[in-house]
């Protein structure tokens, strides 16, 4: 089906279901076809290129929504500035000055004369930083607008050519000031007097986008609609009492109002309705000339309704409500669809842990999170991007993104993909401790005072706070806004976010001052509230009493070598070398390594146990070792205190917007490393665990049942492959709660004195399906892992077999003869190039397999049409790499 047919076919459905012939409203982006210039080589003013008669046959094709770096980068007159030190051949805009990447955008488009009634608007969802916008020949905005996060809508249909042909062409001039990006985060912190993001004069984790953004970077959208504009819908959800996902449920009730713009000179009645669930609400309307009305419909009480749930708590049902206002009654002239998760947040206080508790429907949700930044550094998104990339924090058995503060508000899409696979979001406004004062700085350009001031325009924060805050509030994952990263905003913009703006725009939603607040979670320690974030012994993670709500805790994430290797030119693909002496670290780096944000402070203790790397191959797949137990110890870690010390913990941070080597579970190419694994193991709703620090074996339920009639066992198996039972108990454990069962520590310090040991626990039903399935190596008595590298080498006997378009199974058998298969890695490749497909989402990786046994994971990607069935690859520890076929009935390795 074409556009232009689907199009077609959903307005006819609607006209159908509502009982009218035809759908006034359309709407459609301005996406392709758009020429830009920068203003140095342009002597003309805009009324003069907005018209068709201007030719801009010389100029350059443009991306957008996209930069002007994202459009040099489409017309090869920059090197990508993700790859080596490319970045550093890109001129910055510190130095250049601003003109260098000020630039027209000029897109011919067909939009015919309007008839009598009806209106075309103009939308522009953002625009960095400031712009000026003609149509044919017309400025369309009196003044310069400003405002990274400030949407402009335009009602041109006075302007519209009477041919059809028209033009659009925009201005677009940088942030003022632009930054020095002098290494500080934030560069010299000048960038945030704008009402922008911030790292753009770079951070510790990335280095400074040279245009700092500068472009159309958001869609541009017109709409059609009769006399009146339906716009900024508003629906709240009510879910009182205490719920469970399945079973009847009481009522909830169901609240909407809407904003009704008549722009025409003549009164106008109507009727606003909306259908929710085959119940339909409507409303009697009379709207005066030229004028905007927030119109409140009556509440709907829905009877039994399906609840939208966190991840892992329940499912994601989403109703769809359209909203239609009909003139006189009779004629569509607008209509809305909100896709609506039936649902309420509350938070309370925990007085034992002295911060706050999330409650969704009425239960208590320990929060397991991470933070994001941003999907592309660049600003280049996609709904298949932000898709995967929600879809990775899903399978990593988290339930929150916070949504850094010096990054924006995310795209609606990209809060559509958390409604869909269950992800609470803190939004946070665009404020952070290091641009905006918090500390005294030498790298900043201003003093604390002066800092503490920023943004120059307390107004347009204002307004475009108020602005996103409608853009994205009907979305069911949106749980809480923040007020900055590690700061309050300034007084004034502080007092009207939390008394005036959220109140009337939102009312529903947890306010949080700043990221770290004693509101959150009581500080009684001292500091900032976050951290740590270098890697930990793993014993820390458990015994340490952190923060009791921590919103950023945790940073390690270096990829494998074939992520490296995407970025990293071959002759700089040098592993470090480990110069330390009397455990005090101490490394040599290579200067990509460095330029792309490597941090080794903890790699070396953690890699070394291992044995020093022999080379990057060797130094990359103990990285893994590393990134796996790390944050599979942390998420336990912290569940082991759930409601005790702690109501939630939040990671700094799970992914990367550009080619940084720190802090994320899966790299720029959406590549996972074992960090996911890791923390998807440790993060299992109901889930089996060794405590190191007391050698109890624990479990924990985050569910709201009680789990019952489940049996744990626990074997050890030595580096020969021969295993001893070290114990098995049925077990029962109430909802929400972590407890400890028994403890293995004589029998794993005698097992593994020498060599180390493996551990294996699981949980199993009454038909001995496993529930939870956890593999430790643990070291020997001095701490290192010398088992390990004298394993022997254990040929596995491999099948993969396609199960569904898009879907295969991978099963990895170990005969009982053969040693433990240790730490393999599953990849699906394609076979003409032997490179990875990306995203691909796996059901399990980095497994291992006792003698005896096998293990079965599932793999999914998206087919390309007319590409070469996919292969796989199976890599381990003592596994030598094998690819075989993807098959309808399997296919064998060794």
């Known amino acids: 089906m074409t556009t232009f047919t689907i199009s077609r076919f959903l307005s006819l459905f609607i006209c159908t279901l509502f009982g009218h012939a035809l759908l006034a409203q359309s709407q459609y982006e301005l996406k392709a076809g758009w020429m830009s210039a920068p203003i140095s080589q342009v002597k003309e003013k805009g009324e003069a290129i907005s018209t068709s008669s201007y030719s801009t046959a010389a100029w350059a094709p443009a991306v957008v929504p996209g930069t002007v770096l994202t459009t040099q980068l489409h017309n090869k007159q920059i090197p990508d500035p993700f790859y080596g030190m490319n970045n550093e051949r890109i001129p910055d805009i510190y130095t250049t000055g601003r003109e260098y990447y000020t630039y027209w955008f000029a897109k011919d488009f067909t939009e015919s004369t309007p008839q009598k009634g009806e209106q075309v608007w103009l939308h522009l969802r953002g625009v960095n930083y400031s712009s000026d916008v003609y149509l044919n020949g017309r400025k369309l905005n009196e003044k310069t607008h400003h405002g990274m996060f400030l949407r402009q809508t335009y009602n041109i249909t006075p302007y519209l050519a009477k041919d ?416 330390g002496k009397d455990h005090k670290p101490s490394e040599k780096v290579d200067s990509v390594w460095t330029y792309h944000t490597y941090t080794g402070v903890g790699y070396e203790q953690h890699i070394l146990p291992y044995g020093a790397p022999t080379d990057i191959r060797d130094f990359t797949r103990k990285a893994q070792l590393v990134n796996y137990d790390q944050y599979r110890a942390l998420m336990e870690g912290f569940s082991s205190h759930m409601w005790d010390w702690y109501t939630g913990t939040i990671i700094w941070k799970t992914q990367n917007p550009w080619t940084s080597m720190r802090g994320q579970m899966y790299d720029y190419y959406l590549d996972p490393n074992a960090a996911l694994f890791g923390l998807r193991n440790g993060g299992e709703p109901l889930h089996v665990m060794f405590d190191p620090v007391d050698s109890m074996v624990m479990a924990v339920n985050n569910g709201f049942e009680m789990k019952r009639d489940l049996m744990l066992v626990a074997t050890a198996y030595d580096m020969a492959g021969k295993s001893t ?47 939870s399935n956890n593999f430790y190596w643990l070291p020997n008595a001095a701490g290192n892992y010398t088992g390990l590298n004298e394993l022997a080498k254990a040929k596995v006997h491999v099948t993969a077999k396609q199960i569904e378009k898009g879907k295969m199974e991978v099963t990895l058998s170990n005969p009982a003869t053969n040693t433990v298969a240790f730490f393999n890695r599953v990849s699906l490749i394609d076979p003409q190039t032997n490179e990875r497909i990306l995203p691909a989402f796996y059901s399990d990786n980095y497994i291992s397999v006792p003698p005896g046994e096998q293990q079965r994971i599932t793999v999914e990607y998206t087919p390309v049409e007319g590409a070469a069935s996919p292969a796989i690859t199976v890599e381990g520890w003592n596994v030598e790499k094998l690819t075989l076929p993807v098959t309808t009935t399997g296919s064998a390795g060794r």
């Open 164 to 579: 059809g042909n028209n033009r659009l062409a925009v201005l677009v001039y940088p942030p003022d000031p632009v930054g020095k990006p002098n290494g500080g985060q934030g560069g010299d912190g000048t960038i945030a007097r704008n009402v922008t993001h911030q790292y753009v004069a770079g951070w510790d984790w990335i280095q400074p986008i040279r245009d700092r953004n500068t472009g159309i970077w958001d869609k541009v959208i017109i709409e059609k609609t009769k006399q009146v504009n339906l716009k900024n819908p508003h629906v709240i959800t009510l879910v009182p009492g205490k719920r469970k996902p399945n079973g009847p449920q009481q009522p909830a009730t169901v609240k909407v109002t809407a904003e009704l713009e008549n722009p025409t000179s003549e009164k106008i009645r109507g009727v606003l309705r909306y259908t929710l669930d085959g119940k339909t609400v409507s409303k009697k309307v009379s709207l005066p000339a030229n004028s905007t009305q927030k119109v409140a419909l009556d509440d709907l009480v829905l009877q039994n309704p399906k609840l939208w749930w966190p991840n892992m708590y329940g499912p994601q049902h989403l109703y769809p409500l359209h909203l239609q206002f009909l003139v006189n009654g009779k004629t569509v002239s607008d209509e809305e669809t909100v896709q609506v998760g039936v649902r309420e947040i509350q938070t309370v206080w925990n007085e034992r842990t002295r911060s706050m508790q999330v409650n969704v429907n009425g239960q208590p949700i320990f929060i397991k999170g991470g933070n994001w930044i941003i999907s592309d550094a660049m600003l280049r998104f996609s709904d298949a991007r932000y898709d995967a990339e929600v879809r990775y924090h899903r399978d990593m058995n988290l339930n929150l993104i916070r949504i850094w503060g010096g990054a924006l508000v995310e795209r609606p899409e990209f809060y559509e993909a958390c409604d869909r696979y269950g992800l609470l979001v803190i939004q946070d406004f665009w404020m952070t401790g290091d641009a905006n004062g918090r500390w005294v700085d030498p790298l900043k350009a201003d003093d604390q005072w002066t800092r503490r001031k920023y943004p120059d325009d307390h107004g347009l924060f204002l307004r475009s706070a108020a602005d996103q805050v409608k853009m994205i509030r009907n979305y069911p994952s949106l749980a809480m806004w923040c007020g900055g990263n590690e700061i309050t905003p300034p007084a004034g913009i502080l007092t009207a976010l939390q008394d005036s703006i959220l109140p009337e725009l939102d009312g529903t939603r947890w306010f949080i001052p700043y990221s770290n607040a004693d509101s959150m979670s009581f500080n009684t320690i001292g500091g900032n509230g976050d951290g740590p974030y270098t890697i930990q012994p793993i014993s820390q993670f458990w015994a340490y009493r952190t923060w009791p709500f921590n919103s950023e805790v945790g940073s390690v994430g270096v990829g494998d070598l074939e992520s490296l290797e995407r970025f990293i030119p071959k002759e700089n693909l040098v592993a470090p070398q480990y110069l």
């Open 725 to 771: 039972s070290l114990g098995q108990l049925i077990v029962e454990i109430n909802p929400s709660t972590a407890k400890k069962y028994f403890p293995l520590k004589g029998n794993l310090r005698r097992l593994g004195n020498e060599k180390g040991v493996f551990l294996s626990l699981r949980l199993l039903d009454l038909d001995q399906n496993v529930i």
